[in-house]
């Protein structure tokens, strides 16, 4: 029988390796230097156009786990259109809970980010600007 032992590391030298062809279709799809951490790489280097909800590349540069609470804007694609937002983003623990505040181009999306803001900077927590929120909407 010719079956290798733990210690008969000639039958492991004397096999072929496998020879592997390069592909060079591979290197135009994967920057060299890509770090691909969400939300962080720019959206010409993003691989995916039509991501929903894509971060865009002017977000805030605060760190969520430093941050409790922040106000971000990002873009949705349909029909290859892109449409900006505001959303108020806040962490529970490790989760990051987001509620829509409007268009970019809406007068009241700009007044609810501004109030957003204030609140924030006068040290309101993330439950008393969520309620603030939603009081927002229903009135």
């Not at 909800?53 to 949705?76: F, G, L, M």
């Not at 439950?127 to 927002?136: C, N, T």
Request: neutral net charge; hydrophobic residues 30%.
């Amino acid at each position: 029988m010719n079956q290798p032992t733990l210690f008969n590391l000639e039958a492991f030298t004397k096999q072929d390796a496998p020879v592997y062809a390069y592909d060079p279709f591979w290197d135009e799809l994967t920057p060299p230097d890509s770090h691909s951490v969400g939300g962080q790489i720019s959206e010409a280097q993003s691989p995916c156009k039509s991501v929903g909800e894509q971060v865009a590349t002017d977000t805030q540069k605060s760190a969520p786990q430093h941050d409790t609470h922040w106000i971000e804007k990002y873009w949705v694609e349909r029909a290859t259109n892109k449409y900006w937002y505001f959303r108020y983003c806040w962490m529970t623990g490790r989760k990051i809970n987001r509620l829509y505040l409007g268009s970019v181009d809406s007068i009241i999306a700009k007044r609810k980010k501004a109030d957003i803001e204030t609140a924030i900077a006068d040290g309101l927590t993330p439950v008393e600007i969520e309620k603030l929120i939603r009081q927002q909407r229903n009135s």
